[in-house]
């Protein structure tokens, strides 16, 4: 090799490590900007939630001043003991009636649900496909089509003002039953032939293995489940005319009327509504995200 190939050499192998340094400048400060906007958009989500118990714990005179504070000029922890003793609305009584609402409704469809569309899936049953395609048809109706002939039915067996009334017609969800049997329609053959090898019948089988391995498509349909019948208004507030069997939204409609406006209670009572949800998401979201990645089945 003479000297004039290594002078001609020796630049190109300088710019080589130039390049790695750049290229690993340039990733951190990707990395640097994709935290920056996950922060800003962590804040942005987060505000409406710190405006909540922001205004729960104020007076009403800082909530409708003219000119905003970050923090309220007193912290008023006196409002949650006021919110629970407000005779005119039963807030206890009214979170214990939505945590039994919801969680009867989302066991309930659960179970029905998931036994109805693994019947559709699996069970070689004559018109299974009809049946599907009419119970996918009444996602097309309209609830509140449904809830005069509903009413009418709830109110002869008797159960207005009740936890009858406001749970049994909830137990059965037609787009639940659609998404477990398309979930089943996928659901790997050989581990039921296995089961079947071993004495088990359809019940069995769904009980012993289709079910625990499919916890994660469980754990979401259950989430969808819980929140739309813990958010869940029309229904109880034609159901519900006693204060007794008034659920958590109902409750929350009563302290903004057109007489009275009871800002600090409403705040800090939403706040109440939403603790639930956010522990039942937090609780599930682990098993909600592995069905949505792997469904919990290595095929």
């Given at each position: 090799m003479t000297a004039t190939d290594?002078?001609?050499?020796?630049?190109?192998?300088?710019?080589?490590?130039?390049?790695?340094?750049?290229?690993?400048?340039?990733?951190?400060t990707g990395q640097a900007l994709r935290f920056v906007a996950l922060l800003l958009?962590?804040?942005?989500?987060?505000?409406?939630?710190?405006?909540?118990?922001?205004?729960?714990?104020?007076?009403?005179a800082d909530i409708t001043a003219p000119t905003w504070r970050l923090l309220p000029t007193q912290v008023q922890w006196g409002n949650v003991g006021e919110l629970f003793a407000d005779p005119a609305v039963p807030m206890l009584r009214s979170l214990v009636n939505s945590l039994?609402?919801?969680?009867?409704?989302?066991?309930?469809?659960?179970?029905?649900?998931g036994l109805a569309g693994y019947g559709l899936a699996r069970i070689p049953v004559r018109y299974a496909g009809v049946v599907s395609g009419l119970i996918v048809a009444t996602?097309?109706?309209?609830?509140?089509?449904?809830?005069?002939?509903?009413?009418?039915?709830?109110?002869?067996?008797g159960w207005v003002s009740s936890l009858r009334g406001l749970i049994v017609p909830?137990?059965?969800?037609?787009?639940?039953?659609?998404?477990?049997?398309?979930?089943?329609?996928?659901?790997?053959?050989?581990l039921e032939d296995a089961g079947r090898v071993d004495g088990l019948n359809y019940w069995g089988v769904f009980w012993r293995i289709v079910l625990p391995n499919s916890k994660g498509f469980v754990a979401a349909?259950?989430?969808?489940?819980?929140?739309?019948?813990?958010?869940?208004?029309l229904w109880p507030l034609v159901i519900a005319q006693d204060s007794s069997s008034w659920t958590?939204?109902?409750a929350l409609s009563t302290f903004l009327t057109s007489q009275t406006i009871n800002l600090h209670e409403l705040f800090l009572a939403a706040v109440f509504s939403i603790l639930?949800?956010?522990?039942?998401f937090i609780g599930l979201q682990r098993f909600i995200v592995q069905g949505v990645e792997s469904t919990g089945i290595n095929r």
């Open positions: 290594s002078d001609r050499r020796t630049p190109a192998a300088g710019r080589r490590p130039q390049a790695g340094i750049r290229l690993g400048r340039a990733q951190r958009g962590a804040v942005v989500f987060l505000v409406p939630f710190y405006l909540l118990v922001r205004n729960g714990l104020s007076t009403n039994l609402v919801s969680v009867v409704q989302t066991t309930g469809t659960i179970v029905l649900s996602l097309l109706i309209p609830a509140a089509v449904t809830f005069v002939p509903t009413f009418v039915v709830v109110s002869s067996l909830g137990l059965f969800q037609a787009l639940a039953t659609f998404l477990f049997r398309q979930y089943f329609l996928n659901f790997p053959r050989e349909v259950a989430t969808i489940t819980f929140i739309g019948s813990w958010n869940a208004f958590v939204q109902i639930p949800l956010l522990l039942i």
